[in-house]
């Protein structure tokens, strides 16, 4: 099944819900609470309240963070890190840069800011110290430091090799490679994977992927992280990209037994067919003929998918369910080309959206798509 709980689920409202119903329909009160679960997609509400117990000990919500009172080594973890809501962006990333800059001995005194910081000296005087250092939360998000480590974004130019170094070194300190939380209590884990992995919904500029991806990734799944990573694979469905399915599939993603998250959350979680079916209907609506050819040789079944051929648009400026015409898409992905073409065929750079009533221009800059933001700036002053 799959959990359809809000954000930060608890389990009183969810009581008092299920009290609710009890009253309005004159049912049992059991009646009500095995409807309440059903709602959320739970077969049961024992099964419910399992789930919600195990998450209220995984679930964080950075965004809930209070960073004006976090000490310097805390705020640095926090604007380093990746935390999946709107405030993700490249100057958060670079204050942390400048934070380090003027603050360098911050990462002595933190395991978890040497972490963000992806510092093998100071990891390794931190572990010479405390070894059990490598599997203790802490910092602002009470994270274990290799969670900070695949979820930094900060500008520091490090090397792959500098990069694993220092996340080879929490592994060596006994650092759990299937370490993860769950984002605001829903049920799809962010793993260590999820992090290094990154994108998601605000787009590859705003929530991108470790600069050094493929190199932290094999390590991690050399090291025992489990190939079958759900967040991970909705938040890169949404490009034509497929280097992660490459390298997960290398490590056993087509047949891999219950991970540890599946097996400690149960049905809470999405089913691998409801996995691959979400994975499936994606790529075909927006014709990514090369991924369902990369399921199918792995064995997946993509038969009966009707598989749509992207083309022009007959008009340039027809709007979809939210309003958003062509352009608004195309400068959301950076596609130059195509937003060349679409202003050559009569695009209106100045309508807006019907959800956020903002234009192609405004929707560039949301995104931190600065090139497609300035062939929009230069048409306009054409």
């Not at 670079?94 to 002595?108: F, G, I, K, R």
């Not at 027809?318 to 596609?335: F, I, M, S």
Request: net charge negative; glycine share 6%.
């Amino acid at each position: 099944m799959a959990s359809r709980l809000p954000n930060n689920p608890a389990l009183d409202k969810l009581r008092d819900e299920a009290r609710t119903l009890q009253r309005a329909n004159h049912t049992p009160l059991h009646q009500a609470q095995l409807t309440v679960a059903r709602r959320y997609g739970f077969t049961s509400w024992p099964a419910l309240v399992h789930y919600l117990r195990e998450a209220a000990a995984l679930s964080v919500d950075p965004g809930a963070v209070d960073e004006n009172t976090l000490d310097p080594a805390d705020r640095f973890c926090s604007w380093a890190s990746l935390r999946y809501n709107e405030s993700d962006a490249p100057p958060r990333w670079q204050s942390a840069a400048d934070l380090l800059a003027a603050d360098p001995a911050l990462v002595e005194r933190s395991v978890w800011a040497a972490a963000a910081a992806a510092d093998p000296d100071a990891l390794a005087g931190h572990l010479r110290k405390r070894p059990a250092l490598a599997n203790t939360g802490g910092g602002p998000f009470g994270w274990a430091p290799l969670m900070y480590l695949c979820y930094s974004r900060v500008p520091l130019s490090h090397t792959a090799e500098d990069v694993t170094k220092a996340a080879a070194l929490l592994l060596d300190a006994g650092a759990d490679p299937n370490a993860g939380y769950l984002w605001c209590g829903l049920s799809t884990p962010f793993t260590l994977l999820t992090g290094v992995f990154g994108e998601g919904e605000q787009g590859p500029r705003r929530q991108p992927r470790h600069p050094q991806a493929a190199a932290l990734a094999t390590l991690l799944l050399h090291r025992g992280a489990h190939p079958v990573d759900q967040q991970t694979l909705y938040n890169r469905m949404f490009r034509p990209d497929n280097s992660h399915l490459d390298l997960l599939f290398a490590h056993g993603l087509a047949d891999a037994e219950p991970s540890p998250w599946e097996r400690r959350l149960g049905e809470a979680m999405e089913t691998r067919e409801q996995m691959w079916q979400r994975q499936i209907h994606w790529a075909a609506e927006h014709g990514f003929t090369e991924r369902l050819d990369l399921l199918a040789r792995h064995g997946i079944d993509i038969s009966g998918v009707d598989v749509s051929v992207p083309g022009f648009p007959d008009d340039p400026n027809a709007r979809d369910d939210d309003g958003a015409t062509p352009l608004h898409q195309a400068v959301w992905e950076g596609d130059l080309v195509l937003i060349r073409r679409l202003l050559d065929a009569g695009a209106d750079p100045s309508l807006t959206d019907g959800r956020f009533g903002s234009t192609p221009l405004q929707w560039a800059e949301h995104a931190y798509q600065t090139e497609a933001a300035d062939l929009l700036r230069a048409r306009r002053r054409d």
